[in-house]
């Protein structure tokens, strides 16, 4: 009885600990791993095991004094790799799994190279163990997330037209044609492009689906009658090689 009370409030329960094969994905990819679970000093009744894709969040307050910021950990897509299972007291068992990448996710890295996000690194992997009559425990794995190669294409081209990354960020809020609760925005300096006179910075979104994605950019204007042109097209990872994205970018901006 007493064992099973400490195990009630969380004291020697269960521990869960995940391991990944490969932290480096692409949107649309597969994530493998294991989860290894140690049972406690006594008996335990474990609900289902969910893996959580999970995003750091900037939040923004407004108060009378100005505007402060914090990031909020939320989870965006999850997984279940067991079903509820018994563990018994020191036992330990190990959960393989193979689970696929939302093709909507955000990026954290290009050609090997970490974006910058002012709050750390902002994607990852949470293993909830929901443990009947007990504290949950869980545990935290950071992934990177590299563009697939129609998203390099035309990552390239911006930077091949002179618009240099400045940043990555997540900001809450739903955009047209997303499912998450907020989009992520990378942001380009165009003081290097031809259009540094009129353009002062591109936030390029990408909003992943099956077999593409659509890709929105917020362009922010210069001069007396700035303010902001929001545009976006469909990229289609079937034939994206034959898109003349130079191009595009160019009668974009040149319009502007």
């Not at 036992?91 to 090997?112: C, D, M, R, W």
């Not at 911006?158 to 499912?179: I, Q, T, Y």
Request: charged share 25%; hydrophobic share 35%.
């Amino acid at each position: 009885m007493f064992g099973k009370l400490l195990s009630a409030i969380g004291i020697g329960s269960a521990t869960v600990d995940t391991k990944l094969n490969n932290a480096n994905v692409q949107p649309g990819g597969v994530l493998s791993g294991v989860t290894h679970i140690k049972g406690g000093s006594s008996d335990q009744d474990l609900n289902p095991l969910y893996l959580h894709f999970v995003a750091k969040i900037k939040r923004t307050v407004e108060t009378e004094e100005g505007s402060s910021h914090y990031y909020e950990q939320v989870s965006f897509s999850k997984v279940k790799i067991s079903e509820a299972f018994k563990l018994k007291a020191k036992e330990e068992k190990q959960i393989s799994f193979s689970i696929p990448v939302p093709n909507e996710i955000a990026l954290t890295h290009y050609k090997g190279m970490a974006l910058r996000y002012a709050g750390g690194h902002p994607l990852g992997i949470k293993t909830a163990l929901d443990i009947e009559d007990a504290l949950d425990k869980s545990d935290y794995d950071p992934i990177s997330v590299e563009p697939n190669a129609a998203m390099t294409a035309f990552l390239e081209a911006m930077d091949k037209m002179g618009f240099r990354m400045a940043g990555a960020e997540l900001e809450p809020g739903r955009v047209a044609g997303s499912n998450l609760s907020f989009q992520q925005e990378i942001e380009f300096n165009a003081r290097n492009t031809s259009y540094a006179s009129k353009i002062s910075e591109v936030d390029v979104s990408f909003i992943g689906k099956h077999g593409g994605c659509d890709v929105k950019l917020e362009i922010e204007k210069k001069g007396f009658f700035g303010g902001e042109r929001n545009l976006s097209f469909y990229l289609d990872y079937s034939n994206y090689q034959s898109v003349n994205f130079e191009g595009w970018i160019h009668e974009v901006m040149s319009s502007i």
